[in-house]
């Protein structure tokens, strides 16, 4: 069963950088698309961030220029490089997967736990 592992939430300033981590790991042969949404409290999930194995990129509007997705493929790993921190960027961050093919069977969406990010002064 493939898993994913979030790290580098925390709390941060207005104006801070936070730098997110997410590894997959399983029987793993690759992945298509990787990616970060976000939920804040009494709101809906919304993507974030995500990039594809081809390094193809989509960022929400909120945080286009301040916010860089990047991906190791050979580690199954992918980054959120978030710079300019706002209080609004607050939320819990959850890694998603799609498309991943692994030496067994396919799984089509998988989720992290979710961490958390916090700016506040």
């Known amino acids: 069963q493939v898993q994913l592992v979030e790290s580098g939430g925390g709390l941060v300033q207005p104006g801070g950088s936070l730098r997110l981590s997410c590894a997959a790991s399983?029987?793993?042969?690759?992945?298509?698309?990787m990616g970060w949404y976000r939920q804040a409290p009494g709101k809906q999930r919304e993507l974030v961030a995500a990039?594809?194995?081809?390094?193809?990129?989509n960022y929400a509007d909120s945080v286009k220029g301040r916010f860089t997705i990047s991906r190791d493929n050979a580690k199954n790993t992918v980054y959120l490089q978030m710079n300019s921190l706002k209080p609004e960027d607050t939320a819990v961050y959850y890694c998603n997967a799609q498309g991943v093919v692994t030496t067994t069977h396919p799984e089509h969406d998988v989720w992290g736990q979710g961490t958390q990010v916090t700016v506040s002064s």
């Open positions: 990039i594809t194995s081809g390094g193809r990129t």
């Open positions: 399983g029987s793993i042969f690759s992945i298509y698309a």
